[in-house]
């Protein structure tokens, strides 16, 4: 690509996500109320999401290959463990994944 080509690329990328970022205030703005169907969406989609990632995350690990999925399931584990304790989606997301690179870099 040449320098034009990049720059009208990034120019053309950062107007969509501007205008991905104003939409919801230009479509909701101005007092109107949220249908209730956006707010459904906004209250089942992140646990979705988090599902599909860990389904996403879990789908090539091999249980007959070592080390038989003992990284995942121990890192899985841990995340339990810390949102138990914690309530806190951040650090148990932080934890399980220094634990797993941890075990994977490390241990086996």
């Known amino acids: 690509m040449s320098n034009l080509q990049m720059g009208l690329t990034v120019a053309v990328i950062s107007a969509v996500t501007v205008l991905l970022r104003f939409l919801p205030f230009l479509i909701f ?5 949220t249908p209730a169907f956006i707010t459904y969406l906004g209250k089942v989609l992140p646990y979705a999401i988090m599902g599909m990632l860990v389904v ?24 339990i463990v810390l949102h138990v304790l914690f309530r806190n ?7 399980g994944t220094a634990v797993y690179m941890l075990l994977v870099q490390l241990v086996f």
């Open 56 to 79: 996403f995350c879990l789908k090539n690990v091999s249980l007959l290959a070592a080390p038989h999925g003992l990284p995942e399931l121990i890192a899985c584990a841990l995340v």
């Open 89 to 95: 989606t951040l650090v148990s997301i932080l934890g």
């Open 29 to 33: 703005g101005k007092g109107r109320k």
